[in-house]
């Protein structure tokens, strides 16, 4: 027996009923062999991680643009750290750890560079607008791998898909929105338990908002430290997911659930559209729009920085690919280079 196959067995003989078999997967848009030692989740993982989009992670903003210390998150620890309260979770319900972790590696690989205001602007301007999420599914479709794509399986690229909740619902009310698996919507919560707590964390760190700033609901419910509030979350997600009839339903105990909703009330209000926070994302949005408009109109000087990226698609949409691909600092470094009036000799 092969060791994937054992691997296989295993997954039949513990995980839940309600868990995603990885030799049950409806497989890949391109049919492929089977590796002998990795599963089909094990193996989008490695290609995940193995890309180019993925290592671009760090240096893209989660939410404060170009901190001055070494401990803000980047996008990058945001997905390490949502990856791993993935498993946790994962683990607490006996669902597949590997599926969870394959969608949660690569939730972001679509992400713009300065964070949601990236996104904006790129929505604003780009044919047909622009989504992360989206985008994501354009990266490991399209864009990765030298215009090959990573060909991952229909559960991660599912997963990934259907990850976002933006400003709604963890757990939408319309069925099309929600992910096919239970592994998918691990990762839906276990993006919002990440960043509730991290950001919170960070926004501290920064002097945007002080310890005695936080509702004395949320210290008292999930805790006063970094890590009683993602524990005290992880715990409320595993005690209101429940088995209905033939279908694992995810909840959150009420105490939690109240107070996860309350607490990111408060870091939209007091954290993402304070002016300290949005002054700078004002001036990321100006720099993307115009490098956006620039390219655009310059058709010839945007093939001369591209060269064959994404030859197949509309001119707006390959600019938009462009830009979506971008670091911060590398997009920085371009608005400064085609932008801004150089230095006389």
């Given at each position: 027996?092969?060791?994937?196959?054992?691997?296989?067995?295993?997954?039949?003989?513990?995980?839940?009923?309600?868990a995603?078999?990885s030799s049950?997967?409806?497989?890949?848009?391109?049919?492929?062999?089977?590796?002998?030692?990795?599963?089909?989740?094990?193996?989008?993982?490695?290609?995940?991680?193995?890309?180019?989009?993925?290592?671009?992670?760090?240096?893209?903003?989660?939410?404060?643009?170009?901190?001055s210390?070494?401990?803000?998150?980047?996008?990058?620890?945001?997905?390490?750290?949502?990856?791993?309260?993935?498993?946790?979770?994962a683990?607490?319900?006996?669902?597949?750890?590997?599926?969870?972790?394959?969608?949660?590696l690569?939730?972001?690989?679509?992400?713009?560079?300065?964070?949601?205001?990236?996104?904006?602007?790129?929505?604003?301007?780009?044919?047909?607008?622009?989504?992360?999420?989206?985008?994501?599914?354009r990266?490991?479709?399209?864009?990765?791998?030298?215009?090959?794509?990573?060909?991952?399986?229909?559960?991660?690229?599912?997963?990934?898909?259907?990850?976002?909740?933006?400003?709604?619902?963890?757990?939408?009310?319309?069925?099309?929105?929600?992910?096919?698996?239970?592994?998918?919507?691990?990762?839906?919560?276990?993006?919002?338990?990440a960043?509730?707590?991290?950001?919170?964390?960070?926004?501290i760190?920064?002097?945007?908002?002080?310890?005695?700033?936080i509702?004395?609901?949320?210290?008292?419910?999930?805790?006063?430290?970094?890590?009683?509030?993602?524990?005290?979350?992880?715990?409320?997600?595993?005690?209101?997911?429940?088995?209905?009839?033939?279908?694992?339903?995810?909840?959150?105990?009420?105490?939690?659930?109240?107070?996860?909703?309350e607490?990111?009330?408060?870091?939209f209000?007091?954290?993402?559209?304070?002016?300290?926070?949005?002054?700078?994302?004002?001036?990321?949005?100006?720099?993307?729009?115009?490098?956006?408009?620039?390219?655009?109109?310059?058709?010839?000087?945007?093939?001369?920085?591209?060269?064959?990226?994404?030859?197949?698609?509309?001119?707006?949409?390959?600019?938009?690919?462009?830009?979506?691909?971008?670091?911060?600092r590398?997009?920085?470094?371009?608005?400064?280079?085609i932008?801004?009036?150089?230095?006389?000799?």
């Amino acid at each position: 027996m092969l060791i994937r196959e054992k691997i296989e067995d295993a997954e039949r003989k513990i995980l839940s009923p309600f868990a995603c078999l990885s030799s049950e997967s409806k497989g890949r848009v391109v049919d492929e062999p089977q590796c002998p030692i990795r599963t089909v989740f094990q193996r989008d993982r490695d290609r995940i991680v193995y890309s180019k989009a993925f290592r671009r992670l760090k240096y893209k903003t989660q939410v404060f643009l170009a901190p001055s210390g070494d401990h803000y998150r980047t996008r990058l620890t945001h997905t390490l750290e949502v990856s791993e309260i993935g498993r946790v979770l994962a683990r607490g319900l006996s669902l597949n750890e590997d599926l969870v972790e394959a969608i949660a590696l690569g939730h972001d690989l679509g992400h713009t560079p300065f964070g949601h205001a990236g996104e904006t602007v790129l929505n604003e301007l780009a044919p047909g607008g622009f989504s992360h999420y989206k985008q994501s599914l354009r990266v490991i479709d399209v864009l990765e791998n030298d215009g090959a794509g990573l060909n991952l399986s229909y559960e991660v690229r599912d997963g990934i898909a259907k990850h976002s909740k933006g400003y709604g619902e963890v757990i939408p009310s319309s069925s099309h929105d929600m992910p096919e698996t239970a592994e998918g919507c691990v990762v839906r919560y276990a993006d919002i338990i990440a960043y509730l707590s991290h950001d919170l964390d960070d926004a501290i760190r920064s002097g945007v908002i002080g310890e005695k700033d936080i509702p004395a609901k949320c210290q008292e419910v999930l805790g006063s430290t970094h890590s009683k509030r993602n524990m005290t979350m992880v715990e409320g997600v595993i005690s209101g997911t429940c088995p209905v009839c033939d279908k694992l339903v995810f909840g959150v105990t009420p105490a939690v659930g109240e107070t996860m909703q309350e607490l990111r009330q408060f870091l939209f209000d007091n954290v993402y559209r304070s002016p300290k926070v949005h002054s700078e994302f004002v001036k990321a949005s100006k720099m993307l729009r115009e490098l956006f408009l620039y390219f655009f109109e310059n058709q010839s000087a945007f093939e001369a920085e591209i060269h064959d990226f994404a030859t197949s698609v509309s001119a707006g949409r390959r600019v938009s690919d462009y830009l979506a691909s971008m670091t911060d600092r590398f997009a920085q470094d371009m608005y400064q280079r085609i932008l801004l009036p150089k230095d006389r000799p």
